[in-house]
């Protein structure tokens, strides 16, 4: 990436732009909490766009390893996601039909340690503690 815009300079600077954090925070949703700093609290907002399919994506932080992974399979959304140890999870799954949520083989209104906060804007959210977990809903 030249530092500017008509290319006579030095390669060394991403001054306009820096595609790797779209990837990670817009295509796979993984995002800093602003009122959880350092990812205390990680919210996880995936976006499926067009055609694309699948896309796997991790941070480091310092509570470890934040995994963010997720594929459309027909008209469902899978969604794997890992929050680190001392953190917690804001998740938002893509659905058109929020009664369909699956973690694991267990709808999401019966699981103990997941809440369900709302559906909105073709989202239901959820709050998650440390874990794996692995979603499935109906786009």
């Known amino acids: 990436m030249w530092e500017t815009w008509s290319g006579d300079s030095s390669r060394n600077h991403h001054m306009f732009s820096d595609i790797s954090a779209w990837f ?10 602003p009122d959880a700093p ?5 919210i996880f907002k995936p976006n499926p766009v067009g055609d694309l399919k699948w896309v ?4 480091e932080c310092m509570y470890g390893k934040i995994v ?3 594929a459309v399979e027909g008209d469902n ?14 998740v938002y799954i893509p659905t058109s039909a929020p009664d369909s949520i699956m973690e694991g083989d267990k709808p999401v209104y019966e699981h103990q340690d997941i809440q369900v906060e709302e559906y909105q804007r073709g989202y239901v ?15």
């Open 24 to 33: 990670y925070k817009g295509l796979a949703g993984i995002n800093p909490d």
């Open 68 to 70: 963010c992974n997720w």
């Open 125 to 139: 959210k959820l709050l998650v503690q440390s874990g794996k977990y692995r979603f499935i809903s109906k786009l």
């Open 38 to 42: 350092g990812f205390k609290n990680i």
């Open 77 to 90: 959304f899978i969604l794997d996601i890992v929050v680190p140890t001392n953190s917690t999870g804001t």
């Open 56 to 59: 796997n994506a991790w941070h």
